[in-house]
């Protein structure tokens, strides 16, 4: 990592030359790539990633030094939670309805655009992106909040 240099206008953190991202609270500032670290010995990427493997695992990393430090992962790991909790509800639903031919299509083609999404989703965070779901995201957003150690 490079020598600090200027700090974040929102949270008054040190920022490395490297990054367009405050480490601590995650603003976006002028400069080169976003940089990640690792979280004990696994790399924040393939933590946030993970968390959309299981649920459990998004919930430990909410709990568990030093992850829920991490801002990165912690956004990944809310946003995990959400959109499970959202496909769940949906397919609860959709399954309730079951019986006519035209719901029956409609949760296949439903269930096959979750998987899709999950996909990106795990995708986009093994690309170190704060990629957001349209509304979970945002909200995931709000739920990781500011670093506080």
Same mark, same amino acid.
Request: hydrophobic residues 55%.
């Given at each position: 990592?490079?020598?600090? %240099?200027?700090?974040?206008?929102?949270?008054? +953190?040190?920022?490395?030359?490297?990054?367009?991202?405050?480490?601590?609270?995650?603003?976006?500032?002028?400069?080169?790539?976003?940089?990640?670290?690792?979280?004990?010995?696994?790399?924040?990427?393939?933590?946030?990633?993970?968390?959309?493997?299981?649920?459990?695992?998004?919930?430990?990393?909410?709990?568990? +030094?030093?992850?829920?430090?991490?801002?990165?992962?912690?956004?990944?790991?809310?946003? %995990?939670?959400?959109?499970?909790?959202?496909?769940?509800?949906?397919?609860?639903?959709?399954?309730?309805?079951?019986?006519?031919?035209?719901?029956?299509?409609?949760?296949?083609?439903?269930?096959?655009?979750?998987?899709?999404?999950?996909?990106?989703?795990?995708?986009?965070?093994?690309?170190?992106?704060?990629?957001?779901?349209?509304?979970?995201?945002?909200?995931? +957003?709000?739920?990781?909040?500011?670093?506080?150690?």
């Amino acid at each position: 990592m490079g020598t600090m %240099s200027s700090l974040c206008a929102e949270c008054g +953190e040190l920022l490395p030359d490297a990054g367009c991202f405050c480490p601590a609270c995650g603003t976006p500032v002028a400069g080169g790539k976003v940089t990640y670290g690792k979280a004990e010995s696994l790399p924040d990427r393939l933590a946030a990633a993970s968390a959309y493997l299981f649920v459990i695992l998004a919930v430990f990393f909410l709990l568990k +030094e030093p992850f829920k430090n991490n801002r990165f992962i912690r956004f990944h790991a809310w946003q %995990s939670i959400l959109a499970a909790g959202a496909f769940l509800l949906i397919s609860v639903l959709l399954v309730a309805m079951m019986g006519h031919v035209l719901v029956i299509l409609a949760a296949i083609i439903y269930l096959v655009g979750c998987f899709i999404a999950w996909l990106v989703l795990m995708i986009k965070s093994l690309q170190g992106e704060f990629f957001e779901l349209p509304g979970l995201g945002q909200l995931g +957003e709000r739920l990781a909040g500011p670093v506080h150690s």
